[in-house]
Nanobody, 123 residues
């Protein structure tokens, strides 16, 4: 089992940027693909981005493509989500999670989840 801790959330004005971090404990972290998901109040959890264990494959939701960038630092056991040009509709709790599958966009393929970090984008 991998323990995940998200950080970096906060309040930002529309058009601003934030960088989320997902720090992991456990030697096996780098054997997993890591995804970011988000959940807004009253809505289902939705896929945001995923990166493969080798960092060679990344996928993004259409809603964030061109604005968000996922990356991972293997030495630091950390995955990042750089979020630029933020919009009010990006407001949500953001979660990172691990998957032992090849990159997936469905939450059901992810086993270990962090507690989430709140991102609020004001007009």
């Amino acid at each position: 089992q991998v323990q995940l801790v998200e950080s970096g959330g906060g309040l930002v004005q529309a058009g601003g940027s934030l960088r989320l971090s997902c720090a992991a404990s456990g030697r096996t972290f780098n054997t997993y693909a890591v995804g970011w998901f988000r959940q807004a109040p009253g809505k289902e959890r939705e896929f945001v981005a995923v990166i493969s264990r080798s960092r060679s494959i990344t996928y993004y939701a259409d809603s964030v493509k061109g604005r968000f960038t996922i990356s991972r630092d293997i030495a630091e056991n950390t995955v990042y989500l750089q979020m630029n040009s933020l919009k009010p509709e990006d407001t949500a709790v953001y979660y990172c999670a691990t998957s032992d599958s090849v990159v997936r966009r469905t939450a059901g393929f992810y086993s270990d989840w962090g507690q989430g970090t709140q991102v609020t984008v004001s007009i």
